[in-house]
C-alpha cells in the first residue's frame, strides 16, 4: 500500500473550518513533539485566522467543500514544511506565515522556493498553477505581489483565492497529494552518495528520470556489448554544468549489473567492478566522507586520480581490479608536463593523465570501459587545457588502437575520425538540460552573458525570468546583511547548506575577515564543510559561513544556496573585465591563458548554488564600477 507523506493536520474545508483549534494543535504537536514556544505561539494565532479565510471560501463557492487543508506538511525526502498548503480547483496555493507586518527579502524566496520544487517535483503539480503567498499576520488587506509572491494579510486570504489563475482540472484528493513517491526532489550530490551507500539505488526523479535515464541505460549496454565481444571502449559523456554527469557516472560505478559481467581472476570476482575517479581533490574526500561506510574509507567506489595513478603507473604487472572507470571531467586531464610536475618524474618519462589511463585499461583482462565524463569551460588548473583530444592522441598512440571503439555524441565525435576504428554517434551521451538549478533553464547562458560583458540591458531580461523561475542572483555590499539573508532564509531548514566562496587569486578579502588565502582554505575539511550539520560539535559546516573554500573547493560540487565575495582579481575597469590585480600564477607549468582561467573561475563560483547565489562587493571605490554593472545585469538586492 502506498504509504502518505507525514504532515500535521490535513482535511476538507468544512472539517477544517469546524474543528476545534485545540484538536489541530494537538495533532500538529504529535509531528513536532518538541516544538518551541516561537512555533506553538505562531500556531495559536494563526490557525484560528486560517480556518475564518477557509470557511469564507465556503461561504463564497459551494463547490469549495471539495478543497482540502494541509498543515505543517513534510516535503518528502527533505526536512522542510510549508505552513499550509490549499488544494483547490486546478491549483495549488502555497502559504506561508509570518508573525510580522513586513516581509523581508529572505522571506518571498523562501515560499517562491516552496512552490517551485512542488511544481517541479511533485507529480500532481506539474501541470497545475502553483501560486505562493506570503501572510504577514499583523499585516492587513493585500499589500501587493512582489517577484511573482502574492502578499497579503490574514483578512483577504480569501478574496485572493477566488482570484486566482486556475486551468479547468478538479481539485487533486487530499490523499492523492500525500503520496509519498508523489514528491521526489532532485538530490544534491552529497545526498545522493549518501542515498547509493544506504540503499544502493538512487530516488527516481520524476522531472530528472528523462534527462537521465537513457544515458544510464546506454551507458550498460555499451558494456555489456564490450563484455559479450571482450573489445575495450572509451565512452565520452558531455554535457552543461549541472546536467547530471556526475550521477551518471556514480550511478554506473554502482550498477549491479557490473557484478554479472565481472571476470573472475583466480581470486574471486572484485568486489567493486567499477571505480569512479577524479582529479577534484574537494569532489573525491566530499564523496569517500559520505560513502565512508562502504568500505576501505569510502574508497571502494571513489578514488582520487592521482593516487590511482602512483599505484599502476610504477607497476607495469599491477592490474587494476575494475571493468569500468569513469573518469571525471576528462576533458580537464593533466598533460604531460603536469603529471610530470604533480608525480615529481622527468617530462621525458611522463605520460598524460589519458595516456596512462588508456594503458592501465588495457591490463584488464578480456574487456573494459573507460567513461569520460565532459564538462566545458571549466578549465581552471594548469596544466588542464589540452583538453578532449589527448584522448585521441593516447588511443592513437597505444599499440592497441585497433582493440578500441570511441562512443561519443556528434559534437565532438569528429575529433576521433583519425583512429582505426570509426566513432559511434551516441545522442544519448549528450545532456543539455540543466538540472541543477530546479525549473530555471538558463543559469549557465545569464553566466556566460555577465562574464562575456553581453549588454545589461539583455542580461536583465534574463535575470527577471530567473526570478520568476525561483533562481535567484543576490548582491550586497554589506557582508552581514549576506548572511543575515542566508540564516534566515534557511533557519528552519536544517539540511539545507549554504556557504562562503571565492576566488583564489584574489588578495583583498581578507580585511572583511574572509580568508581565501592558500594557508586558511588549505585547512577546510571538504567532507565536513559539505556534509556536516551545522549544530555538529566539530565546527565545519559550511552553514556556519565561517571557513571559505575556492573554485578548487567548489567546482563539481554544490550548495543550495552560495555566499560569493567578488574579488578585485576579475573586476570591471572602464567597461571592460580586468585582471589585473590577480594573484600570480607558479610559473613551473606553462599557463597558456591566464585570463581564460580566471574567467572560467567566476563561471563556476558564479553556478554552485542550486537555487540561489548571493554576491558580496567589497565596499571599496575600486569595485564600484562591477557592483554597478551586475545591478544592470539584474542582480537584486538582499
Known amino acids: 500500500m502506498t504509504g502518505q507523506a507525514s504532515r500535521g493536520w490535513d482535511s476538507n474545508f468544512p472539517i477544517f473550518t469546524s474543528t476545534g483549534r485545540d484538536t489541530i494543535m494537538s495533532s500538529l504537536m504529535k509531528l513536532i513533539p518538541d516544538a518551541s514556544r516561537e512555533q506553538i505561539r505562531a500556531w495559536k494565532e494563526s490557525i484560528p485566522p486560517l480556518q475564518n479565510e477557509a470557511n469564507e471560501v465556503l461561504s463564497a463557492d459551494p463547490q469549495a467543500q471539495r478543497f482540502s487543508a494541509i498543515l505543517e506538511y513534510v516535503m518528502p525526502m527533505e526536512s522542510r514544511r510549508p505552513d499550509c498548503i490549499f488544494l483547490i480547483d486546478g491549483a495549488i496555493l502555497v502559504l506561508e506565515l509570518k ?82 513517491e508523489a514528491y521526489r526532489p532532485l538530490p544534491t550530490l552529497v545526498a545522493a552518495a549518501r542515498e547509493l551507500f544506504t540503499t544502493n539505488k538512487l530516488r527516481r526523479v520524476h522531472k530528472a528520470a528523462a534527462a537521465t535515464e537513457p544515458t544510464v541505460t546506454r551507458i550498460r549496454d555499451i558494456a555489456k556489448e564490450a563484455a559479450r565481444t571482450k573489445t575495450r571502449k572509451l565512452i565520452l559523456l558531455t554535457g552543461v554544468p549541472g546536467a547530471g554527469k556526475t550521477l551518471v557516472g556514480l550511478h554506473t560505478v554502482h550498477g549491479h549489473w557490473l557484478d554479472e559481467l565481472a571476470i573472475d581472476r583466480g581470486t574471486g570476482k572484485p568486489p567493486a567492478p567499477g571505480v569512479f575517479l577524479s582529479g577534484n581533490g574537494p569532489l573525491v574526500e566530499v564523496l ?44 580537464r586531464a593533466f598533460d604531460r608536463a603536469m603529471v610530470a610536475y604533480k608525480h615529481d618524474i622527468p617530462i621525458a618519462e611522463a605520460k598524460s593523465e589519458p595516456e ?60 576521433f575520425d583519425v583512429l582505426p576504428n570509426p566513432v559511434v554517434i551516441e545522442p544519448t551521451l549528450n545532456l543539455d538540460r540543466e538540472l541543477r538549478f530546479h525549473l530555471a533553464k538558463n543559469v549557465h547562458r545569464f553566466v556566460a552573458q555577465v562574464l562575456e560583458g553581453n549588454p545589461a540591458v539583455e542580461n536583465a531580461a534574463i535575470a527577471q525570468q530567473l526570478n520568476l523561475d525561483g533562481y535567484h542572483f543576490r548582491i550586497t555590499r554589506d557582508f552581514a546583511a549576506a548572511r543575515e539573508y542566508l540564516q534566515n532564509r534557511y533557519k528552519n531548514e536544517p539540511e539545507r547548506r549554504f556557504g562562503l566562496i571565492a576566488s583564489s587569486k584574489d588578495k583583498g578579502l581578507n580585511r572583511f575577515r574572509i580568508y581565501n588565502d592558500y594557508q586558511s582554505t588549505k585547512r577546510v575539511k571538504f567532507g565536513p ?79 554552485r548554488g542550486r537555487e540561489a547565489t548571493v554576491i558580496f562587493i567589497p565596499p571599496v571605490p575600486e ?4 557592483f554597478e554593472y551586475l545591478v544592470a545585469c539584474g542582480f537584486t538586492g538582499v
Open 529 to 607: 564543510w559539505y556534509g556536516d550539520a551545522e549544530d555538529h560539535p566539530a565546527r565545519h559546516s559550511c552553514r556556519l559561513l565561517e571557513d571559505c573554500v575556492t573554485e578548487f573547493g567548489a567546482q563539481g560540487l554544490e550548495l543550495d544556496a552560495a555566499l560569493m565575495a567578488w574579488g578585485t582579481d576579475f573586476r570591471k575597469l572602464n567597461g571592460k573585465w580586468s585582471t589585473g590585480d590577480s594573484g600570480k600564477y607558479d610559473k613551473s607549468v606553462e599557463v597558456r591563458d591566464p585570463y581564460q582561467l580566471r574567467l572560467n573561475s567566476y563561471r563556476v563560483l558564479l553556478t
Open 356 to 415: 596512462l589511463f588508456i594503458e592501465f585499461a588495457e591490463r584488464i583482462p578480456e574487456w573494459c570501459v573507460v567513461v569520460g565524463l565532459i564538462g566545458g569551460g571549466q578549465e581552471i588548473h594548469k596544466g588542464e587545457e589540452g583538453g578532449i583530444r589527448q584522448w585521441r592522441n593516447a588511443i592513437a598512440a597505444s599499440p592497441g588502437a585497433a582493440t578500441w571503439t570511441v562512443h561519443a555524441p556528434s559534437g565532438i565525435a569528429n575529433l
Open 623 to 626: 569595485m564600484d564600477e562591477t
Open 288 to 331: 569517500q566522507y559520505e560513502l565512508r561506510d562502504a568500505g576501505g574509507g569510502g574508497k571502494l567506489f571513489v578514488r582520487g586520480v592521482k593516487d590511482y595513478i602512483k599505484r599502476y603507473s610504477g607497476r607495469a604487472n599491477l592490474t587494476p581490479p575494475e571493468h569500468v572507470l569513469v573518469f571525471d571531467e576528462a576533458q
Open 99 to 180: 508573525g510580522k507586518s513586513e516581509v523581508t527579502q529572505a522571506d518571498i524566496d523562501q515560499v517562491a522556493a516552496y512552490a517551485r520544487d512542488l511544481k517541479c517535483y511533485h507529480r500532481d503539480c506539474a501541470d497545475r498553477p502553483v501560486h505562493a503567498l506570503l501572510v504577514p499576520t499583523k499585516a492587513k488587506g493585500f499589500v501587493g505581489t512582489r517577484q511573482g509572491i502574492f502578499i497579503c494579510g490574514p483578512d483577504a486570504v480569501n478574496d485572493l483565492v477566488s482570484r486566482l489563475d486556475r486551468d479547468k482540472q478538479t481539485v487533486i484528493p487530499v490523499e492523492k497529494f500525500l503520496e509519498e
